[in-house]
């Protein structure tokens, strides 16, 4: 029973600030959604010039920026070829393209979400 009365007890002392402060925001609504939703739509936002370009130019980058990807990952593989079947000491040449090769895949992978997600 001492136990109950001292959780009892605690949670009083716990929930005793925030009621009042739940009391008095309960009581502040007055439904001026549209006042507060007029401030952020006050000022016009300036495109940037990575929006202003068309669609045309964003996918020429991206045509290059894949051509560029095929490129690295035929050189990543003919290296790893190199080493498997000649004996090449080409490891660090190898490791080195195919991060490379991994970090144009994901900024072509960004790019194309970013652009062209929503249609």
Request: glycine share 8%; charged share 10%; no cysteine.
């Amino acid at each position: 029973m001492r136990v109950l009365g001292r959780v009892i007890v605690l949670l009083t002392m716990m929930l005793g600030p925030v009621l009042p402060a739940w009391a008095a925001a309960a009581e502040n609504v007055t439904g001026n959604d549209t006042q507060v939703l007029s401030q952020f739509n006050r000022y016009q936002v300036q495109e940037g010039e990575a929006v202003k370009i068309g669609d045309q130019q964003k996918h020429r980058i991206l045509f290059y920026m894949g051509a560029a990807l095929l490129m690295l990952v035929l050189a990543t593989a003919s290296l790893g070829v190199a080493m498997a079947i000649y004996n090449k000491p080409l490891f660090i040449g190898h490791m080195v393209a195919a991060g490379l090769t991994v970090t144009l895949a994901i900024a072509h992978a960004v790019v194309a979400v970013v652009w062209f997600f929503p249609f």
